[in-house]
C-alpha cells in the first residue's frame, strides 16, 4: 500500500482503521478492534480527532489516556489540526509499526505495516495549516522579519512578532536612512548582506522617494544570525555558494526535501509577478487584510515594468574603506515555502506564504523566474 503524505504525516481514519467503540469505563479501561485494510483519502488520514471524540480528548489531554508508537523508535505521535497523527521523518521508507493504547491498567496493541513511496503520483498539500502563525507584515520593508517570526513560531508553537527579529538585525547609519549623493554621481548605501539598508517602514513623505530607490532590506546571512541567536540551525544557499555545480532544480529538489524532513525553508524573490502567472484574488495588497489572508485569499503582485531592467546599483565601504558596488533588485522580497504540487523531484507549482500579499501557488516555471531574480536565495532552518 502506497502512502504519499507530506512531512511524512501518516493519519489513519476512523473510517480506515477502527479503533472501534472507545467505551470509557470507570477505570479508563479501552476497548478496540483492528481491521485488516486501511483506506486513503486525500492523502492524510486521522488517527482520531481531538474535536469529534470528546471524551477521549479529554482522557488524553489528562494524561489517561495515552497513544504511542511502539517498534519504531523515530514514529512519533504528533497533535496537528485537532488530531492525533503518525509522523514519521523520512520521505521513503519501509514502516513497521504498532499503535499503543493505554487507559489505566488496560493497553492494546496492534502492529501494521506500511510503504511510503512518493513514486510519480500526485502529492497534493502544503503546510499552511500547520502554521501557528501566518502574518502580513507591519512595515513597508519588515518582509524578512515577518517571514522569521512566522517560522520561529512554528517551531516554538507560540506567537513570536516581527519586532523581535527587527531587534536582532545589524543595523548602521544607513537603517532608517536614503543613500548618500557621492561626487561622481553614484550612490552610497550598505551591504545587505551585512546588516538591514533603508527605511523599514516609510513615512508618506519618504515613500516616495524611498520606492525610486526601491525600498530595499536585508539579505540571507543577518537573517540566519539572527535565528542563530534564537538557538536555531541554519544552512545558507545561494548561487555565490552552488556556481556551477548544482542546477537551480537540484537546489529546490533540496529544499523541498528539507521541507519534507519537518524543516523550514525561508527565500529571496522578485516580489513582481507576471500577469499569466498571477494567482491573487484582490486587486491591491492594501485591500489584504490577516483575515482574509487566513483564508488562502491572496492579493496580486502584477507590476507594471515586471519585464523591464529593474536592477539597482549603489557602492558600500567594505572593512577597509573600499568602494565596492553592489546590483539590487527593484522588487526584492522575502518569503515562507509551504509545499509544492505532484512530484518532489517535478513539481507543477509551488506553494508559499508572501507576507505582504498572502498566499501563492505558482507554476514552477514562473515560481523559478522570480527566485532567479535574487540569485537563488535561501535559508534552511531547523531546531
Known amino acids: 500500500m502506497q502512502i504519499f503524505d507530506p512531512k511524512n ?53 489528562s494524561w489517561k489516556l495515552k497513544v504511542s508508537v511502539t517498534w519504531n523508535s523515530e514514529v512519533k505521535i504528533v497533535e496537528r489540526d485537532s488530531a492525533l497523527v503518525v509522523w514519521s521523518p523520512h520521505g521513503v521508507q519501509d514502516l513497521t509499526w504498532a499503535i499503543k493504547i493505554v487507559s489505566g491498567k488496560k493497553s492494546f496493541n496492534t502492529p501494521f505495516y506500511i510503504n511510503i513511496e512518493q513514486s510519480n503520483s500526485p502529492l497534493d498539500y502544503d503546510i499552511f495549516k500547520t502554521m501557528f502563525q501566518t502574518s502580513l507584515q507591519k512595515k513597508s520593508l519588515s518582509c524578512e522579519s515577518s517571514a522569521s517570526a512566522d517560522i520561529i513560531s512554528w517551531f516554538n508553537n507560540s506567537h513570536t512578532s516581527e519586532d523581535t527579529i527587527i531587534d536582532l538585525l545589524p543595523k548602521n547609519q544607513y537603517f532608517d536612512a536614503l543613500p548618500e549623493q557621492l561626487n561622481d554621481g553614484s550612490l552610497l548605501w550598505w551591504n545587505p548582506d551585512l546588516g538591514f539598508v533603508g527605511y523599514i517602514d516609510s513615512s508618506p513623505d519618504l515613500k516616495a522617494s524611498q520606492s525610486l530607490l526601491t525600498w530595499y532590506g536585508v539579505y540571507e546571512k543577518p537573517i540566519a544570525e539572527a535565528y542563530n541567536r534564537l538557538w536555531f540551525e541554519t544552512l545558507i544557499i545561494n548561487k555565490n555558494k552552488l556556481g556551477n555545480t548544482v542546477s537551480p532544480s537540484q537546489h529546490l529538489n533540496y529544499l523541498l526535501k528539507r521541507l519534507q524532513a519537518w524543516d523550514m525553508v525561508q527565500l529571496w524573490w522578485d516580489w513582481c509577478t507576471k500577469t499569466q502567472y498571477e494567482d491573487g484574488v484582490i486587486k491591491s495588497k492594501h485591500e489584504l487584510d490577516q483575515q482574509q489572508a487566513n483564508k488562502k485569499i491572496g492579493a496580486k503582485n502584477e507590476c507594471w515594468n515586471v519585464d523591464k531592467d529593474r536592477s539597482l546599483s549603489w557602492k558600500y565601504q567594505d572593512s577597509s574603506w573600499n568602494l565596492i558596488e553592489h546590483t539590487g533588485l527593484n522588487g526584492q522580497h522575502a518569503f515562507i515555502l509551504l509545499w509544492w504540487k505532484w512530484n518532489i523531484k517535478n513539481p507543477t507549482h509551488i506553494r508559499v506564504w508572501d507576507t505582504d500579499t498572502g498566499y501563492h501557488e505558482y507554476q514552477t516555471i514562473e515560481w523559478m523566474r522570480k527566485w532567479e531574480a535574487m540569485d537563488y536565495r535561501s535559508v534552511v532552518v531547523s531546531k
Not at 38 to 48: G, R, S
Open 9 to 61: 504525516i501518516i493519519r489513519v481514519s476512523i473510517l480506515a482503521w477502527v479503533i472501534a467503540s472507545i467505551f470509557i469505563l470507570d477505570n479508563f479501561s479501552v476497548r478496540a478492534q483492528k481491521t485488516s485494510l486501511l483506506q486513503i483519502q486525500n492523502h492524510a488520514l486521522v488517527l482520531f480527532n481531538l474535536d469529534s471524540d470528546i471524551a477521549s480528548a479529554r482522557l488524553y489531554a
